[in-house]
């Protein structure tokens, strides 16, 4: 299980590749941001998306987003849109957290 606390690590280690500590900023800020509380796993960040916008492609946020009204959601989607940046915009997020698996 991948806490808040080893994302926030990843994010700053210079050892480890630019591109996971991209992801892990991004996901660390959209976890921080995220309005429900006792959220602090990545395993149950993503369940709680996974409820609110099933498939988890940033396409697919970015649309649920256009409709949304929760300022706190729309925050951490914000941030999380960023684990998108440099890399081809049709991954999905399961796929760029496979990324960071195993640093």
């Known amino acids: ?32 941001d995220w309005p429900t509380r006792n959220v602090d796993s990545l395993e149950l960040f993503l369940s709680e998306l996974r409820q609110d ?14 409709s949304m009204t929760d300022a706190w959601k729309l925050e951490s989607l914000s941030e999380l849109l960023g684990a998108w940046n440099g890399v081809d915009e049709h991954i999905r997020l399961d796929d760029l957290v496979q990324q960071i698996i195993g640093h």
């Open 1 to 32: 299980m991948i806490n808040l606390k080893k994302l926030e690590e990843l994010a700053s280690d210079v050892s480890v590749p630019p591109g996971v500590r991209r992801i892990s900023s991004a996901l660390a800020a959209a976890i921080n």
């Open 53 to 66: 916008f099933g498939e988890l492609s940033k396409a697919n946020i970015c649309i649920k987003m256009n």
